[in-house]
């Protein structure tokens, strides 16, 4: 009975808290929890970049990306303190931390279509993004000001950044190319004028290896459009390339006879000319100034016109009618004169281009002109009518002295050669006007009628000489045609009937008859026998006997 009541007895233990249900959450907890470790370990900073406006962007789908890897995703857009623009927050990823320096770049990529090409065709599918471009700086920074417009030169490209001004009325804008015997090797990164000096400087960039084209001695000229240009070789034209049809343009060389000079390691200051004529002339440092007064017009001369010597360049224009303190002559008072301002370098007359080069040019002008040096206008091109400054040497005057006016050194004038001609023939026109015309009209009347007179009376003598003409041929004719008929008669009665010749010529006939018929016997017997004459033959033939001869 005891073992049985053992048997029965329920023993109790205590219950386990644990199972493996619960090892599911368990292990999906520490998965969520080491990705959210490995998320946050692996993102970078949260960057702000200010807009001036947020077209193309989109919270959590616009990329940041750079050389077109993701580094980054818009994660929030709002507009700037004040609405003068939109902010925009980016989480970028932890390998572009290094990136984002304080002269990175940012600039949203868009499709865009221009006079340079088109860009951005890309995203047309996928949309647009914002492009970093990575500076060059330690510094570190959150907070960027997004570009307008994609910088033309990244930072960092390999090449070289010029600065060029232009003083000419010709412009150029931001973009447009630089090229170097047709290629594109540059272009123009930002205009800048300088109210102060009234000038347009701007910043240029030329990419490598070409930056290694510039040396000292290069020369940057216009290329813009079409140029054409009319010189004694006949017509020439010239332009870049398909872009410079379109938009402005620069290129650049040393022009020819120019040494190459030394490379350019920095940014370095160079001036636009308007063409290559004018970037091909020597830069010349010391000139010379003087005056002229002109009497003839001085339609056609500008500032800039050469002023030559026997053909050659020895300076140029400055100045045209220029205003004198000393004179207060009107423009139309009789005998004005128009002031003109020369420059003379003493490098193109063959001296040396500094200070000691002025100092002879100054000393030797004051022989020159007394030895009759002068200036006149002379026409340039017949065409476009421009005018030039030509000095030449005329019969020196005695009393010429060198005067001053207005400080400055005055070089004698005098007429153009076209001016001269116009002279002469306006002289020329006077005298003929001043001719007796309706005088001389009458005495030329008066003569031609007597002239008239003189030939109807010579009419009249010519007659009268061919009819006595006429008489004196008619004379002589019948005289020697009686002379004839008298001959004629003569020699008929000389060979009359009964006359002596008559009779002598019947004798004659009757001589000549006999004659022929004694030799009919032997014409007859060679007509049967041409070779009787050399052989002999018999014949029984009579021979024929001439008549009245005996048997």
Not at 222 to 229: D, K, M, T
Not at 351 to 361: A, C, H, V
Not at 457 to 474: C, F, P
Request: charged share 20%.
């Amino acid at each position: 009975m005891t073992t049985t009541q053992k048997s029965n007895t329920a023993r109790l233990e205590p219950a386990s808290s644990w199972s493996k249900v619960w090892l599911v959450p368990l292990v999906a907890l520490g998965i969520g929890i080491w990705m959210v470790y490995t998320e946050l370990s692996q993102q970078g900073p949260m960057i702000t970049i200010e807009f001036s406006s947020a077209e193309g962007l989109e919270t959590g789908k616009t990329r940041i990306k750079t050389r077109d890897v993701d580094i980054g995703l818009v994660k929030e857009i709002k507009l700037a303190p004040g609405s003068r623009g939109v902010l925009v927050k980016a989480r970028m990823t932890q390998e572009s931390a290094s990136l984002l320096t304080e002269d990175a770049s940012f600039w949203v990529v868009s499709p865009k279509v221009s006079l340079s090409g088109v860009s951005g065709l890309s995203t047309l599918l996928s949309g647009a993004y914002i492009e970093l471009a990575p500076g060059t700086s330690d510094q570190t920074a959150n907070n960027f000001r997004g570009l307008d417009d994609p910088p033309l030169t990244p930072t960092g490209s390999p090449g070289m950044h010029l600065t060029l001004s232009s003083g000419e009325e010709f412009a150029f804008t931001e973009g447009d190319p630089i090229i170097y015997k047709g290629m594109s090797v540059g272009k123009i990164e930002n205009v800048y004028f300088n109210y102060a000096e009234r000038t347009v400087y701007y910043n240029a960039f030329v990419h490598a290896p070409y930056h290694q084209l510039i040396t000292e001695n290069t020369r940057f000229w216009n290329i813009s459009g079409i140029q054409v240009g009319l010189n004694t070789e006949g017509l020439t034209v010239h332009t870049g390339n398909l872009q410079t049809l379109l938009t402005n343009g620069i290129t650049f060389g040393i022009p020819q006879g120019m040494e190459a000079g030394d490379t350019i390691r920095q940014r370095t200051f160079f001036q636009i000319y308007s063409d290559y004529d004018q970037a091909s002339r020597p830069e010349l440092k010391e000139k010379v100034e003087y005056i002229i007064l002109m009497q003839d017009s001085v339609k056609g001369l500008d500032a800039g016109a050469p002023v030559e010597y026997q053909g050659l360049t020895v300076g140029s224009v400055d100045r045209v009618n220029v205003a004198i303190e000393s004179d207060e002559q009107a423009y139309l008072a009789k005998g004005y004169r128009i002031p003109v301002i020369l420059s003379l370098y003493p490098a193109q007359l063959g001296l040396t281009d500094d200070e000691n080069g002025r100092e002879t040019l100054r000393k030797n002008m004051h022989q020159w002109i007394s030895q009759g040096l002068k200036a006149s206008l002379a026409t340039g091109n017949l065409l476009t009518g421009k005018q030039y400054i030509e000095l030449k040497y005329m019969p020196a005057d005695e009393q010429a002295v060198t005067e001053e006016v207005a400080n400055l050194t005055l070089i004698p004038s005098i007429s153009g050669e076209f001016s001269l001609l116009t002279q002469k023939l306006d002289a020329i026109l006077d005298k003929l006007n001043n001719l007796p015309l309706e005088r001389l009209g009458d005495d030329l009347s008066t003569t031609m009628r007597s002239t008239t007179k003189t030939m109807q009376r010579m009419q009249h003598s010519l007659a009268g000489i061919d009819t006595l003409l006429a008489d004196v041929e008619q004379k002589q004719l019948i005289q020697q045609l009686n002379q004839t008929l008298k001959a004629f008669e003569q020699l008929s009665g000389d060979y009359g009937t009964g006359s002596s010749s008559h009779s002598q010529l019947n004798r004659s006939l009757e001589r000549l008859e006999k004659s022929l018929m004694q030799l009919q016997p032997l014409l007859h017997k060679l007509n049967r026998q041409p070779n009787s004459l050399i052989f002999s033959h018999s014949s029984d033939e009579p021979e024929p006997k001439a008549k009245g001869t005996d048997q």
